[in-house]
């Protein structure tokens, strides 16, 4: 089974045990009837903000969505054996690369993402706060009304009820650590 249908297996159950139809669970969400039905049926794997979203809706932290095994502490990610697996349709320009896949008890998701230069990402908001570091290249940071950019060293903590967006600056991509905690 996929990443997108093991994903959308999983929505379903917790929203079914929930008792909710996917009509509710797109209005706590926020999102449309057709982005939920087409995760629940492996069509489509959400970008993080609106798996975030989907995550806390079910009462269920983003882990319990991404992961597949349980890892001893502590758990150590090897930039060999790093792999694509919160890649997004609707977010073709971000790749994602999980870090903490097997710590079943984080309270966090620490996350190496790279991003493409073209950016068409909306606009996110969700519950909890986002810390970046810039491996390379540059990001341009949307926070609200006001953008920032940040260069390789440079880091940013904020909170990510504020809406943002974080996209790659010029014609090379960037390379960031990010680490998103959503409160339980």
């Given at each position: 089974?996929d990443e997108a249908n093991k994903?959308?297996?999983?929505?379903?159950?917790?929203?079914?045990?929930?008792?909710?139809?996917?009509?509710?669970?797109?209005?706590?969400?926020?999102?449309?009837?057709?982005?939920?039905?087409?995760?629940?049926?492996?069509?489509?794997?959400?970008?993080?903000?609106?798996?975030?979203?989907?995550?806390?809706?079910?009462?269920?932290?983003?882990?319990?969505?991404?992961?597949?095994?349980?890892?001893?502490?502590?758990?150590?990610?090897?930039?060999?054996?790093?792999?694509?697996?919160?890649?997004?349709?609707?977010?073709?320009?971000?790749?994602?690369?999980?870090?903490?896949?097997?710590?079943?008890?984080?309270?966090?998701?620490?996350?190496?993402?790279?991003?493409?230069?073209?950016?068409?990402?909306?606009i996110s908001s969700h519950e909890?706060?986002?810390?970046?570091?810039?491996?390379?290249?540059?990001?341009?940071?949307?926070?609200?009304?006001?953008?920032?950019?940040?260069?390789?060293?440079?880091?940013?903590?904020?909170?990510?009820?504020?809406?943002?967006?974080?996209?790659?600056?010029?014609?090379?991509?960037?390379e960031i650590f990010a680490v998103?905690?959503?409160?339980?």
């Amino acid at each position: 089974m996929d990443e997108a249908n093991k994903l959308g297996f999983r929505v379903r159950t917790y929203r079914e045990r929930l008792g909710i139809t996917q009509e509710e669970l797109a209005e706590r969400t926020g999102t449309n009837i057709n982005l939920i039905k087409n995760i629940e049926e492996g069509k489509e794997y959400p970008a993080v903000g609106v798996l975030i979203k989907i995550s806390r809706a079910l009462g269920q932290r983003l882990g319990t969505f991404t992961d597949d095994l349980f890892v001893k502490d502590p758990l150590i990610t090897r930039v060999s054996e790093r792999t694509e697996e919160i890649s997004a349709e609707r977010a073709p320009d971000y790749h994602y690369f999980p870090l903490g896949k097997g710590k079943t008890d984080r309270h966090m998701e620490p996350l190496y993402m790279k991003i493409d230069p073209k950016c068409e990402e909306a606009i996110s908001s969700h519950e909890g706060e986002e810390f970046i570091v810039v491996l390379s290249g540059k990001i341009e940071l949307t926070y609200g009304k006001e953008k920032y950019v940040l260069g390789q060293g440079d880091s940013t903590y904020y909170n990510s009820l504020v809406p943002h967006r974080v996209c790659a600056v010029g014609d090379c991509p960037a390379e960031i650590f990010a680490v998103v905690y959503v409160p339980f």
